[in-house]
């Protein structure tokens, strides 16, 4: 292989990923005057952000004023179960309502509050309404806005081209290597920076909520470069996916259906949330229907336990289909056509009327929606500067889904497209200053492009072997029934066991065709990334020996004190396994962690974290 | 449901190809993108096909299913008799890539070429405030997941081939949505009339009949911008005002939409 005569692109900074924070990331590091291109998977807009549904949130205070950023701090600290990293917290929260006006000022038009400014609606673990949203296709906004702001700035879009591996001048990042998805051809990018925006590996597992894209990719090849992951074990289960028909089993339903009003209803017709109020929360959730039903008119009333946590909702789902008392096709009853009127769902919630009409021929104006847990989120990822986005290799940045920090071991909804602005702007700024301070531009050492292309040739190039999809439909069956929602220590270990062979069999398979737009070929690079994200997740489940938030072990359960003051930090071993280490939390300023544990009638008294500052 | 379908697939690339015939298993609540994939796991590997929500939101898995363009994703196949085959191929508008993709790349070069959003200043307070019946027009507009199923059945851009003189429905819905945005302040009147050629549609509203997102492509982007050209450049009574103020035309984005079909030249 002559590397001299492989197509090679120059810039300073490399965007992987053009979901919102690829684009956000790519904005702000072309407006601090760096060459930057994006690269991504998909054509552009069609990026995994399309999917969000419900809202951004951010403290703008419009719908309640009430509201600011150390309530939204509390909740997703609360949310987090306190193992979220303090600062990233605190940026998020007095960040992202600029992030969301700056997205008004481009262009995105959301719904409004009767005196014309952004609405805001409930959501689950928020203490006010705090997400700015469009209907139930916020997502698509967010990413039409930022796509269409972003092409009239001078970045370079390298669309439908997969990223393959990463480059190296000693410790610090060269650039990345890839391939045309049209052609198969191959491709090298020489780059000082590197942005990972690559989102989570949803696609191990059966049901989930994700995209074919979710494959890990950016997990892998920060892995691979040697840069730390954290809180891989915290994999969100959304307790809303459809479970009926079985072809769109895991497609995501918003939890904007209960911020509107909707409710949980077990085949009894019992509101059952009620049952599985966590002590942490029950100062702040109504305790009987009564209560609920004179929420939020009445200031005394506390809120539904419907909206409570994702983590809390999804266990309870689980609990009430394994007692007998599910829907006819195994998940619960989300009901929101007895609570408000047709046009006010169809006007709220279009696309979800359209989607049940359409996939599960239900009227959700007329009838309840059947609903289970599926797939949904990595809280986990790349570990980061809170401030920068860096990892510990010197030009490799993350943000988004595709780095640790945030939200600790569980994600509140809405939290996550406010995290792709807030942080993508942070790791672009961070990559320019970055740049700005080379001395002198990273050349990659010899063989490392050759033995990138040699890999992802070898599965096109060899006689025979097995087929990619299939094996894929074994990694999700593997992970659905041993790194579900629930897990134990048994099944872990024979998960990891399990994956070993599976590994080994995946560098092997085969793909039929030629190069030019070949799925299998596809399927059987992005399986490599998927099977090295199963195995740091399952790894690091074992690892954690208690139940919090997202990640429930039957063997011990409930919180563990030690345990609350450690985050795991996994690398790649010298025998390419996963080591896991675990990684003292560090102290945050005082004031922060008085906010975090003050009860709100202190906080909102102005008796705890009146000293904070504002800025960030 | 349950037992086999047939799908008859096109195959082959730039240079020709074929149909192919794929019996494979299917179950209640399908859709044909699901059969599709079934196919491509476990007869075709290679099988080339764009698709990522499978939930009707990222317009990817746009193709043409027994003649009509439409997201496969959103397609049941109990929507055809049971026996019969079902016939899938590329979208025709755009040249073939492999199998059922196309080269969609035009559609994002025209992107490029409309005026981007300009907001006027902000109240005193830093606050943009819009109502929401003012915003609800443009926010039917941007329910777009650009799919270009509205491109591919146009007959400007289909049959006549006149790519060079027509951006097309989706963006003429881009905009319409621009230019009825209550903060934008930018003039796309004169581009509307000639480089993106409004008046070449002829209100066939086939676009609009394709739409899976059910916008109102042709009564209410194209037409209200008809009608805007034909007020600036073609109303005697505007064109005198505009020439006693010294330029071409008025504030025309600030004139009342009627919704009524427009005599607009075809």
């Known amino acids: ?616 | 449901m349950g037992g086999e379908r047939t799908l008859r697939i096109w195959r082959g690339d730039a240079s020709g190809g074929q149909f192919v015939s794929y019996r494979t298993p299917v179950e209640e609540g399908m859709v044909v993108l699901d059969a599709i994939l079934r196919i491509q796991a476990e007869q075709a590997n290679d099988l080339a096909v764009r698709w990522n929500c499978k939930a009707g939101k990222c317009g990817s898995c746009s193709m043409e299913i027994e003649g009509r363009p439409r997201l496969a994703c959103m397609t049941r196949l109990n929507l055809y008799p049971p026996e019969a085959a079902i016939t899938v191929q590329p979208l025709k508008a755009f040249p073939v890539i492999k199998d059922l993709v196309t080269d969609v790349s035009w559609n994002y070069e025209q992107n490029r070429r409309i005026p981007p959003f300009q907001p006027g200043a902000r109240d005193p307070d830093g606050q943009y405030r819009m109502a929401q019946c003012d915003v609800d027009r443009v926010q039917e507009f941007r329910k777009c997941i650009e799919c270009f199923l509205c491109q591919d059945v146009c007959h400007i851009l289909r049959d006549r081939e006149r790519k060079d003189a027509f951006v097309g429905p989706r963006f003429m819905v881009r905009l319409a949505s621009l230019e009825m945005h209550p903060l934008d302040v930018a003039d796309r009147l004169p581009l509307i009339k000639e480089a993106f050629g409004v008046g070449l549609c002829n209100i066939t509203r086939c676009c609009t009949e394709v739409c899976p997102e059910h916008i109102q492509i042709t009564d209410n982007a194209i037409i209200p911008l008809k009608e805007r050209v034909v007020d600036r450049y073609y109303d005697p009574i505007q064109r005198l005002l505009g020439w006693l103020r010294g330029r071409r035309g008025g504030t025309a984005r600030k004139l009342p939409m009627s919704q009524g079909p427009a005599s607009a030249p075809a």
């Open chain 1, 1 to 616: 292989m002559d590397v001299s005569e492989i197509q090679t692109f120059e810039h300073d900074v490399l965007v992987i990923g053009a979901g919102g924070a690829g684009l956000r990331a790519a904005i702000e590091a072309k407006a601090q005057g760096m060459d930057t291109a994006v690269v991504c998977k998909s054509l552009l807009g069609k990026a995994h952000t399309v999917m969000a549904e419900g809202g951004m949130a951010a403290a703008l205070g419009n719908a309640d004023r009430r509201d600011n950023w150390k309530i939204h701090f509390r909740d997703t600290m609360r949310g987090g179960k306190f193992l979220n990293q303090w600062r990233m917290a605190e940026l998020h929260a007095k960040l992202a309502p600029a992030r969301v006006r700056e997205l008004e000022e481009w262009g995105a038009v959301f719904d409004r509050t009767p005196d014309g400014l952004i609405a805001q609606r409930n959501f689950g673990g928020h203490r006010y309404p705090r997400l700015a949203h469009v209907g139930d296709r916020t997502g698509l906004e967010m990413i039409r806005t930022l796509q269409d702001y972003a092409v009239h700035q001078g970045i370079t879009f390298h669309m439908e081209c997969t990223a393959l591996g990463l480059l190296k001048d000693g410790e610090r990042i060269a650039g990345a290597c890839g391939y045309w998805r049209e052609t198969g051809r191959l491709v090298v990018f020489r780059t000082k920076a590197v942005i990972l925006a690559t989102g989570g590996a949803g696609k191990a597992w059966r049901v989930t909520s994700n995209s074919w894209e979710y494959t890990g990719d950016g997990f892998a090849m920060a892995y691979e470069a040697g840069a730390e992951l954290m809180d891989m074990e915290f994999t969100q289960f959304h307790p809303t996916g459809m479970v009926w028909p079985p072809s769109v089993r895991g497609t995501l339903v918003t939890e904007g259906v209960r911020g509107e009003g909707g409710v949980l209803l077990n085949s009894r017709g019992e509101r059952f949330m009620f049952r599985y109020i966590p002590e942490r929360f029950a100062a702040e959730t109504a305790a009987t229907i009564e209560e609920a039903e004179r929420w939020p008119d009445d200031p005394q009333a506390r809120r539904p336990p419907e909206l409570l946590t994702r983590d809390v909702v999804a266990r309870a789902i689980r609990a009430e289909v394994k007692e007998g008392r599910g829907s006819p096709h195994g998940g619960v009853f989300l009901d929101i056509a007895s609570r408000r009127p047709a046009d006010y769902i169809r006007r709220k919630l279009p696309s979800m009327y359209h989607q049940f009409k359409e996939l599960a021929e239900v009227d959700i104006t007329r009838q309840p929606m059947e609903v289970g847990p599926t797939l949904h989120y990595f809280m986990g990822g790349v570990r980061v500067d809170p401030d920068t986005q860096m990892s510990n290799v010197p030009g490799l940045f993350a943000c988004g889904e595709c780095a640790a920090g945030l939200h600790g071991a569980n994600r509140l909804g809405g939290n996550s497209l406010s995290d792709l602005l807030v942080f993508g702007a942070l790791a672009g700024s961070g990559a320019a200053a970055y740049v700005r301070g080379l001395a002198a531009t990273p050349k990659p050492e010899p063989g490392q492009i050759e033995a990138i292309f040699r890999q992802a040739t070898s599965y096109l190039n060899r006689e025979s072997g097995e087929n990619p999809y299939l094996l894929h439909e074994e990694l999700q069956d593997l992970m659905q029934s041993l790194v579900g929602i629930v897990r134990t220590g048994e099944e872990l270990a024979q998960a990891i066991e399990r994956l070993q062979e599976l590994k080994q069999r995946a560098r092997n398979v085969k793909a039929h065709g030629s190069s030019q737009y070949n799925p299998g070929w596809h399927q059987a690079i992005s399986l490599q990334s998927l099977v090295t994200s199963a195995e740091i997740v399952a790894c690091a489940a074992l690892a954690r020996e208690e139940s919090r938030g997202a990640h429930t072990r039957l063997d011990f359960e409930g919180e563990r004190e030690e345990w609350g003051k450690v985050n795991l930090v996994v690398r790649r071993g010298a025998d390419g396994r996963p080591q896991i280490a675990r990684v003292e939390r560090p102290r945050p300023p005082r004031y922060l962690e008085e906010i975090a544990h003050a009860t709100i009638e202190d906080l909102e008294a102005g008796r705890v974290g009146a000293d904070a500052p504002d800025e960030v």
